[in-house]
């Protein structure tokens, strides 16, 4: 069965203490994997894409890796503005190529307090 | 600028009435999905949505629940007889940059 688990659920850091959220996963066969940025009561905000081992992206403080069986958000001296739930999801390979489901993690709580 | 809006933002509803909510993207796209989120919980996938055809549906996707493109713009989720199970925020979300899927603001759904 596709899963896909998110560590630590809760993360406090204070503003500047950098950190890094797991995201493991079991799939079949991996299409990609994303990570979404989510403040409560809202949709969840598109960060990265990742396709295939090896591979890293970076946005300002946010950088995404990923191995064969996990990825990590690393946070690179975090803000207050960067308190949210970050979700992660993968998209199993399917017969067809395009346009499969996601399958979310629980997501990590982060708090950056000043 | 979002990729999708979503109405009604919020909507209260009672036990068995039928629900319809709505996704609007902001230009054409082939593929449309519908996921949601009961409260404290992951965020689930309902139905893919490829070529005004259901491509895939989940087991939360039972009879109760049906999609459409009516005017070959808006996407709507319709709820046939509303469960307290049902409430939850629900996301419409669009294909675009290859695998990419862009989530729409959401609707909460109370069921009394």
């Known amino acids: 069965e596709d899963q896909v688990t998110q560590s630590p659920e809760a993360l406090r850091l204070q503003e500047g203490e950098s950190s890094s959220l797991n995201c493991s996963y079991t799939?079949?066969?991996?299409?990609?994997l994303f990570w979404y940025r989510q403040d409560p009561g809202k949709g969840p905000e598109f960060l990265f894409t990742?396709?295939?081992a090896g591979e890293e992206k970076e946005k300002e403080r946010l950088k995404a890796t990923l191995t064969k069986k996990e990825s990590f958000l690393h946070i690179t001296a975090p803000k207050p503005e960067d308190s949210a739930t970050y979700l992660c999801?993968?998209?199993?390979?399917?017969?067809?190529?395009?346009?499969?489901?996601?399958?979310f993690g629980q997501g990590t709580e982060l708090s950056v307090k000043p | 600028e979002p990729e999708v809006t979503q109405t009604p933002s919020h909507q209260v509803t009672q036990m068995g009435q039928e629900v319809i909510l709505r996704c609007v993207p902001i230009?054409?796209?082939?593929?449309f999905y519908w996921y949601r989120q009961i409260l404290g919980q992951k965020v689930e996938f309902l139905v893919s949505f490829y070529n005004n055809e259901i491509s895939e549906k989940s087991e939360i996707f039972d009879d109760q629940f049906s999609v459409e493109r009516p005017d070959g713009s808006n996407f709507t989720l319709k709820i046939r007889s509303t469960k307290l199970e049902d409430s939850a925020m629900y996301f419409c979300a669009i294909l675009k940059e290859g695998e990419t899927q862009y989530f729409g603001p959401g609707t909460r759904l109370l069921v009394l």
């Open positions: 230009s054409n796209h082939l593929y």
């Open positions: 799939v079949s066969g991996l299409r990609g």
């Open positions: 999801a993968v998209r199993p390979w399917m017969i067809y190529n395009q346009g499969g489901k996601l399958i």
């Open positions: 990742l396709y295939s």
